[in-house]
């Protein structure tokens, strides 16, 4: 019997491998692909910030630093944040993920590729490994297999408000000529509900891709924002991915199982972002696994273990619902009233992509910023 089977292989579920294994744990990691990395479903944008606060460098994974955004409403107001020093990472994910997993395998975990989870009863895994099935036991079973999760499906069911708290997303690395440092944000009918991006790898090669609700046509959508506003890029294929846009899931951990990652929606709702907070969790994820095996705490705690990551994550999902919630024209008269007020500037010095909860508290206290608290306070 395992100790613990970590169902996915992506970031968060080989960096909490990584730890379990450190700590002396036989952890084994089932991964459904051949190749840990692949395929890439991800625009590969992090903060600078949140990789060091996890100890974690980008090493021969990174691509390309950015220092700030350019935002644009539907109508086409913009706003502009830039600083002098790299506030975010683009990353190639294939060499993220083999980078993560070669320190959890140095550790002694154990990686599984071509290993699919069919059904979980109980500490029941029933496998398809290579093509054949195979039933394992383990004491503690983590889903951290995205966001179409085995395990949620099995331990936790699928609850019916969760269904539409999906963004289907498509992308394409294009050729063009870009400000590589700036990262764009386009709001438009070309990703409703959601938003288009520019991320540079260069300045002439960058991640192009649009969001839209379940239904819609991702792909579509790309091509429209593509030719609507004349970006001049020609794409080389395109690749898509389910993300989870929503609040956090309250219950993550029930009698033997845990969920961590897309899995349980530790994605930020406001950019799709999931990199840096699957990592954070995976932190509390472990922790909480080695006070049970040590301690016999409960693995309830996790719940607990999560809560400051929680509170950042359902500001997002706030944030992001009110912006779903705004008219084109109110959106374009809310860009202006920022700009006038000085929001660039006041973001350059305080922005946090991963913690709004941090400038919010900031904005309180300038005065400057006082006209936009009723919007503020409505996100909130």
């Not at 930020?268 to 990592?279: C, M, P, Q, R, Y």
């Not at 006070?291 to 607990?304: A, T, V």
């Not at 991963?354 to 919007?375: C, I, V």
Request: aromatic share 8%; charged share 25%.
């Amino acid at each position: 019997m395992d100790t613990i089977s970590i169902v996915g292989g992506g970031p968060a579920g080989l960096r909490c491998a990584e730890l379990l294994a450190e700590s002396g744990f036989d952890v084994s990691v089932f991964e459904e692909h051949p190749v840990i990395g692949k395929p890439e479903k991800c625009a590969g944008l992090v903060s600078r910030s949140g990789l060091e606060e996890l100890g974690i460098k980008p090493g021969g994974s990174l691509v390309n630093e950015i220092k700030g955004a350019k935002i644009f409403s539907p109508g086409g107001e913009s706003l502009t944040v830039e600083r002098k020093e790299t506030a975010a990472y683009v990353i190639d994910r294939f060499e993220f993920d083999q980078m993560l997993f070669k320190k959890a395998r140095e550790k002694g975990a154990a990686v599984y590729n071509e290993s699919k989870l069919i059904d979980l009863r109980g500490n029941g895994l029933f496998m398809e490994i290579k093509g054949h099935g195979e039933m394992r036991r383990s004491k503690i079973t983590v889903g951290a297999d995205g966001a179409n999760s085995m395990v949620r499906h099995s331990a936790f069911g699928e609850k019916p408000e969760q269904k539409d708290k999906f963004v289907h997303a498509c992308q394409t690395r294009a050729t063009g000529k870009f400000d590589r440092h700036l990262v764009e944000v386009h709001f438009g009918s070309f990703a409703p509900g959601f938003f288009a991006w520019v991320i540079p790898e260069s300045a002439t090669v960058a991640r192009i891709g649009t969001g839209v609700p379940m239904g819609g046509n991702p792909a579509e959508q790309l091509n429209a924002f593509i030719k609507q506003k004349n970006i001049g890029a020609k794409g080389s294929g395109k690749i898509s991915a389910l993300i989870p846009i929503g609040p956090p899931l309250k219950e993550t951990a029930t009698g033997n199982v845990m969920l961590l990652g897309d899995a349980a929606w530790h994605t930020k709702a406001t950019t799709g972002g999931g990199i840096v907070f699957g990592l954070k969790a995976a932190n509390a994820c472990a922790n909480t696994i080695i006070g049970n095996m040590k301690n016999r705490s409960p693995l309830s705690d996790y719940e607990k273990n999560l809560r400051g990551i929680n509170r950042e994550l359902a500001l997002h999902w706030r944030i992001c619902r009110y912006a779903r919630d705004m008219q084109p024209a109110q959106m374009d008269a809310l860009f202006r009233k920022a700009k006038k007020a000085g929001i660039e500037r006041f973001l350059q010095e305080h922005g946090d992509m991963d913690n709004p909860g941090k400038f919010m508290r900031k904005m309180m206290l300038k005065p400057s910023m006082w006209s936009l608290l009723p919007a503020a306070l409505r996100m909130i």
